[in-house]
């Protein structure tokens, strides 16, 4: 209903009023006769005055509280009280009309009045008024309408209708709706009176261009000023399946890393429906997918999101392909092709393959041996299978590229196992992704021996020091050579090369273990018959073919004092008897009377002799070199004196401990060796004498008590010993000497001694006797006559008689005689006499002095112009004798010289044959003839 129909309804409500008030007040007036009746309005405030009920009723004030008046009603006492003091009727609480009497017209409250003393009773009837305090209400603030977009104009749709409370013109008069190009109010009047408003459409509906509209409608009352109430109608177009879902393009393409996570968002598939509701809400689905790409991906079907299920690799599907399908409520459906392309991640590492390979290989393999061939796979794809290969360590061996993916290992040079036994070849196979993959491989290389390394000794060459007599079976020295080679190849065995070298057989004097190297002795050494010798060791290993070297071992023979000294000259005889020495009465004082001239078969310091005499006395008239075995003479002696002394010469090595020989001789200083026989016999006696009983009143002296019976007994020894000393010294002079004729010259201005000296001459006998024989000259006799004469001579006269063992033969005199000082072995001319008192201080000058007496010997038996006939040691004449080299043993390398610092090492003329003396017997014969 507009404003305007409800002001022509207010025109109408003036008329209707007064025919109104009229019923009611011919009703009131009989009510007032029966009832009393009041009328207010709604919502008046507590205290308003209704009216005097005490004055209304005819009743005293006075006698209100006597009468005890007061009201009483069911429903609306508490509305109400009345004051006794004054009679009035006052309201005591809020009264609601529309809370009182809810939709009634006319609203009255009904109360009784009692009074007592008499008992009365009045009926009082209140008539609430109403105001318009209600504005008009709906049962919804807002109204939802949904119309399909068919729905055809005309289509009414009823809408709640609203209330108020209020009465009358108070109460709802009209309703109201917004503007819109759809729809239009209709309000139509139920049977009950009450006022339904409708809307009607007017003309279609789209949904896709309108899905929704929101009306106003207002509902209004006829109060002054009028009240409104008003609701939200929203109409929701409805839509009808009308559109299918619609994809924005029909092919979708998507790239996907093969490392992507499960669940990983691939691609979120939007489909569009311009319907709505159930025809507008789409689903997803994947109709057409291999059963491959349903193992990996899955769809959301609300959202359409495609996300992995499970992990992907590109060397095995590159690519996906599926259908996706959406479809709305209404069974409509589209579909979009998806192809999802798989991104090639660096996820393999290569992988090495050793197609062919040797594990062991000899040591000899020429650089360039192929030792594995390698394939290395990487199934990823571009840069990430892209592979190179490499060797980890600096080893000699390389790799080279073989054809696509194939390597060859190969060597680089020649190995050697005995520097390193195998190797461990790491291969290191690494693609071009980033980050880079790699894998590594390691070959065990075992070098296979080879027997190219000979035995090494640890010297090239060895000395070694035995002494001599050494036992039978002793081990000597051990060589040992190493050989790195393995088993077989390393395996030494020993021996000895030269079993007999130059006649000399090493195997009867050395011998191997041929296992451990050890050199053992066949038999004692002699260092006087072998001085060193060397045997060249072979060590050979089991290999094959086999290698070997050699090494030299100088075995040196060390020299031990084993031998005593050997006394040459004087020569002793077989009964140890004295020799004699004829020493000119003439004589100076220091002049050389006689010589003893020893050697030694030992060396060095072994060799060393000393000479020195046993019994010395206060009246000794000589004295003996030292070290050269010369003995001189200590004074001068007076012309007629005839002296003979018995000296004892001990000749002493150096050794330790040291050996030593003796040789007892008799000097005798006479002009006359047979004139002064008798005199020199007593003289010899009385001097004997006296040097004894020197000695015997020392001992005397010092044992005169305790010793005495032994003084006795030595004094009847040493008579007996007297006796024996003369009985010799008378046979041998007559024996030997009673031939010397006139031969011996006075003078010898050519030799040695400035007086006339004469010596021995030793002569060898036969060799089966093996011994010498020494003839003495005959004073008187000239020494040249002696050494020139033939076989006719003196020479061979003389030994005639001294000795029936002798040769019928003598050989040449030295010529030593014409032989400058020094020429001659021994101490040399310009030594001085006197003895120095020092021994050589080493082997050399030892030896020095050795080769000297050596040198001499040669010469006699080369037949030198110093030295003497055949087979003769050339001894000079100055030292008198002559003997043959076959009767004695060979000195000449070990033979000491006294007065030099030299010992002789070897023999100049060894093996050759001296000069014969027949040549020299014929010039002396003629000589004579002359």
């Known amino acids: 209903m507009s404003f305007q129909d409800i002001k022509e309804r207010r025109t109408e409500w003036p008329l209707k009023w007064q025919v109104g008030y009229f019923l009611l007040f011919s009703w009131l007036c009989r009510a007032i006769t029966a009832q009393l009746h009041y009328s207010i309005s709604e919502e008046e405030k507590k205290g308003y005055l209704v009216g005097n009920i005490a004055k209304d009723l005819g009743l005293s004030i006075q006698d209100l509280a006597l009468r005890k008046f007061r009201i009483s009603s069911v429903t609306a006492e508490h509305f109400f009280n009345v004051n006794l003091e004054n009679g009035n009727l006052y309201v005591a609480d809020r009264i609601d ?27 009082v009837e209140i008539e609430i008024k109403d105001i318009n305090d209600n504005s008009p209400t709906f049962s919804k603030d807002t109204m939802n309408l949904e119309i399909t977009e068919l729905t055809h104009p005309g289509t009414r749709f009823i809408l709640g209708d609203a209330l108020d409370p209020d009465d009358g013109m108070n109460s709802l008069q009209a309703y109201d709706i917004s503007k819109n190009e759809y729809f239009k109010l209709n309000v139509k009047t139920s049977s009950d009176g009450r006022m339904i408003p409708e809307l009607v459409l007017e003309r279609p509906l789209d949904r896709e261009k309108q899905s929704a509209l929101q009306i106003i409608l207002t509902a209004l009352d006829g109060g002054i000023p009028a009240r409104t109430g008003i609701s939200m109608i929203k109409i929701i177009i ?24 499960v669940n990983t968002l691939v691609i979120q598939m939007n489909a569009t429906d311009a319907d709505e509701g159930v025809n507008g809400h789409i689903t997803y689905y994947l109709s057409r997918i291999s059963k491959a790409a349903q193992q990996k991906f899955t769809i959301d079907t609300e959202t359409g999101e495609i996300r992995t299920k499970g992990t992907l690799d590109f060397e095995t599907t590159k690519a996906y392909e599926m259908i996706v399908e959406a479809q709305d409520g209404g069974g409509l459906f589209s579909n979009a092709k998806v192809v999802i392309q798989i991104v090639d991640a660096n996820d393999n590492a290569p992988e090495i393959i050793l197609t062919s390979v040797s594990n062991s290989i000899p040591e000899n393999s020429v650089p360039g041996t192929v030792i594995a061939l390698i394939n290395i796979r990487d199934i990823d794809s571009g840069e990430n299978g892209n592979v190179y290969c490499q060797i980890t360590d600096l080893l000699p061996f390389e790799i080279t590229s073989s054809s696509s993916n194939y390597f060859r290992l190969l060597t680089t040079r020649n190995l050697d196992r005995e520097e390193m036994h195998g190797y ?126 050699t090494t030299t071992v100088t ?160 004094a009847i020894i040493s008579k007996c010993r007297k006796s024996a000393h003369s009985q010799t010294f008378g046979s041998s002079a007559t024996g030997l000497y009673s031939e010397a004729g006139p031969k011996f010259p006075s003078n010898f201005h050519n030799a040695t001694l400035t007086l006339p000296y004469p010596y021995d001459v030793c002569v060898a006998l036969d060799s089966a006797e093996k011994e010498f024989a020494f003839i003495r000259p005959v004073q008187g006799v000239p020494t040249e006559n002696l050494i020139d004469t033939d076989d006719s001579g003196i020479g061979h006269k003389s030994l005639n008689d001294s000795s029936s063992d002798m040769s019928d033969q003598q050989a040449q005199p030295n010529a030593d005689w014409r032989v400058s000082q020094a020429q001659r072995p021994g101490p040399s001319g310009a030594q001085p006499t006197e003895e120095s008192g020092v021994w050589p201080n080493n082997q050399f000058e030892t030896e020095r002095l050795q080769a000297m007496i050596l040198a001499s010997a040669n010469e006699a038996a080369e037949g030198s112009a110093i030295g003497g006939g055949t087979g003769t040691m050339g001894l000079s004449a100055r030292y008198g004798p002559q003997f043959t080299l076959q009767h004695l043993p060979d000195y000449r390398q070990n033979i000491y010289i006294p007065g030099t610092t030299s010992t002789l090492t070897n023999a100049a003329g060894k093996g050759k044959s001296a000069a014969p003396s027949g040549g020299n017997k014929k010039k002396s014969g003629k000589k004579d003839k002359k």
């Open 238 to 261: 409805s839509d009808i399946n009308d559109n299918s879902p619609l994809f924005s393009q029909e092919l979708y393409q998507v790239s996907l890393t093969e490392s992507a996570p």
């Open 555 to 714: 075995i040196c023979i060390t020299d031990l004092n084993d031998n005593s000294p050997k006394i040459l000259y004087p020569s002793t005889s077989a009964d140890d008897s004295a020799q004699f020495e004829i020493v000119p009465r003439t004589s100076n004082k220091g002049e050389l009377v006689a010589k003893v001239v020893a050697v030694d078969a030992d060396s060095g310091h072994n060799a060393w002799l000393s000479y020195e005499f046993l019994q010395v006395s206060e009246s000794m008239s000589f004295t003996i070199g030292r070290h050269t075995g010369e003995i001189r003479t200590l004074r001068v002696f007076p012309e007629k004196e005839t002296l003979k002394q018995r000296l004892v010469v001990l000749v002493k090595d150096n050794g330790s401990p040291p050996r030593s020989a003796t040789i007892n001789l008799n000097l005798v200083v006479a002009d006359n060796f047979q004139h002064d026989i008798p005199q020199m016999n007593n003289q010899f006696q009385n001097s004997d004498s006296q040097s004894n009983l020197d000695i015997y009143l020392v001992i005397a002296l010092a044992l005169v008590s305790f010793l005495f019976t032994l003084t006795v007994m030595l």
């Open 97 to 123: 009309r529309e809370s009182v009497c809810e939709m009634t017209p006319i609203c009255s409250l009904s109360l009784e009045a009692v009074v007592e003393n008499p008992l009365n009773i009045f009926h």
């Open 424 to 549: 461990n070849i790491t291969i290191k196979a690494t693609d071009r992704g980033s980050p880079s993959l790699s894998t590594t491989k390691t070959i065990k290389l075992v070098l296979l021996d080879v027997n190219d390394n000979p035995p090494v000794f640890g010297q090239a060459s060895y000395v070694v020091y035995i002494p001599e007599n050494n036992p039978s079976g002793s081990s000597v020295f051990q060589v040992q050579a190493s050989d790195p080679d393995l088993d077989d190849n390393a395996k030494i065995t020993y021996s000895i090369m030269n079993t007999n070298t130059d006649n000399f057989p090493v195997s009867s004097y050395i011998s191997i273990n041929s296992m451990t190297g050890i050199l053992y002795a066949q038999r004692p050494f002699d260092y006087e018959q072998l001085r060193e010798f060397g045997i060249q060791v072979m060590a050979k290993d089991n290999g094959s073919p086999p290698l070997n070297s």
